[in-house]
């Protein structure tokens, strides 16, 4: 069974950044997606970046594009998300989720299969 653990959530200030983890377990092949997803307070969950576990491709969506990096280290069975020049509309619940089977770049959440339980991030000043 596939399951999904993140850590890494805090607050900072404007500015700052901070590192999320995900880890992996339960896959039986190299076929799947991770996503990360936030939830803002009042808002809907949105997608926020996506990697392939086979050859790494990712994607971003626009509001973080150029501040968040997700990367893989397969080895630790992990996917990060590297988020710098936090501003306060990154703040929210960030979820990593998995879609297995066909790798597509989506960030669908109905397009996902698994999910973690979330971590806090909080930018204020």
């Known amino acids: 069974q596939v399951q999904l653990v993140e850590s890494g959530g805090g607050s900072v200030q404007p500015g700052e950044s901070l590192k999320l983890s995900c880890a992996t377990s339960?896959?039986?092949?190299?076929?799947?997606?991770i996503g990360w997803f936030r939830q803002a307070p009042g808002k809907e969950r949105e997608g926020v970046s996506c990697?392939?576990?086979?050859?790494?491709?990712?994607f971003y969506a626009d509001s973080v594009k150029g501040r968040f990096t997700i990367s893989r280290d397969k080895a630790k069975n992990t996917v990060y998300l590297q988020m710098n020049s936090l501003k306060p509309e990154d703040t929210g619940v960030y979820y990593c989720?998995?879609?297995?089977?066909?790798?597509?770049?989506?960030?669908?959440?109905?397009?996902?299969?698994?999910w973690g339980r979330g971590t806090q991030v909080t930018v204020s000043s």
């Open positions: 989720a998995a879609r297995v089977g066909v790798q597509i770049t989506t960030l669908r959440e109905h397009l996902y299969d698994y």
């Open positions: 339960g896959f039986t092949e190299d076929n799947y997606v």
């Open positions: 990697i392939w576990s086979s050859d790494g491709n990712t």
